[in-house]
């Protein structure tokens, strides 16, 4: 089976809301890239709670494949001079996410110059780290979904993919939790979502202790003709920063980009052999790693 696409298109540049437009934490909406198609408000074949069910079901599925693959991301937050349009602080790193001998997960850093953000009056936050290593891969699976309220919306076309098309929203914020807030593109033939539109919330809006984040779109891409793996991120918007005791309030225009690229399949093999033929079983690696099978199905022995 072929690998299936969603074309990316960079997005121009945001201008700022007038002032009277945002809320404490406010800032620019990212507007939808070229290749979405119109919304139709026709419902799908089957119950909506069944489309919910099945593609949070098979999103469980993506996301125990995805741990059973090694990437490379490369992370770009710029804060950009409205006057000049010119990059005026940068955090940059690229890192390999592969498996340390003992097969658990680590981040390789391969790449990382040290950061100018604070000449852009910013630096990075926990937080901000949290988005770029997890949260930009938002997920809805059984796990989480009670967490949240989801809204049939409709379907859309984005490029050649058909997509059911859903509003998510968290039901309740709990402290020191962040959520994503936004709208969902989920494939209508391998229910996964291919495109997530929106932002974490809450942001922190104490005087003092702001922090504040872009909305963010993310793009997936069909990888070995099964699984819609992130490819490629996007965050950018003007973020408001309120003036306080010894600080004046300011307007910082960020932008995030984040790739994330080389998708390999990880395993390990063992040959066994016996008078010089391989009697490993079936021919396969004895303890080979594979990831489940597309369609929820565990691989059969």
Known sequence: MGSRWVTIVL???????PAGARGQDSFTPMPLDQGFGPLSFT???????????DFTQQESVYREALQHYT??????????????????????????????????????????PPSTLDNGGIMMS???????????????????????????????????????VFDVTPK????????????????????EIVVSDGWMVPDDTKPGHQDLHPPFMTWRQQIDGHYWFPVYSIGEGMLHFTGGSGYMAEDVHIREVVKYTDYKRF???????????????????????????????????
């Open 267 to 301: 395993g390990t093999s063992t040959t066994i052999l016996y008078n010089g033929q391989d009697i490993t079983k079936n021919g396969q690696p004895a303890n080979s790693q594979q990831p489940p099978a597309s369609g929820g199905q565990q691989p059969q022995p």
């Open 71 to 112: 990437y490379q991301r490369t992370a770009r937050v710029d804060t950009i001079n409205d006057d000049t349009h010119k990059v005026s602080g940068e955090y940059y790193e690229v890192d390999d996410v592969t498996f340390r001998p003992d097969g658990g997960r680590w981040e390789k850093v391969v790449y990382a």
């Open 11 to 17: 997005l121009g540049a945001l201008s700022a809301l």
């Open 172 to 191: 309740e914020i709990e402290k020191r939790k962040r959520y994503f807030k936004g709208r969902i593109w989920v494939d209508t033939d391998a229910l």
């Open 126 to 164: 926990e937080s901000d780290f949290q988005d770029i290593q997890h949260n930009y891969q938002f997920v809805l699976t059984p796990d989480n979904i009670g967490e949240y309220d989801v809204k049939y919306v409709g379907k859309q076309r984005i490029d050649q993919v058909d997509c059911y």
């Open 43 to 53: 419902q799908p074949a089957i119950p909506v709670a069944k489309v919910i069910a």
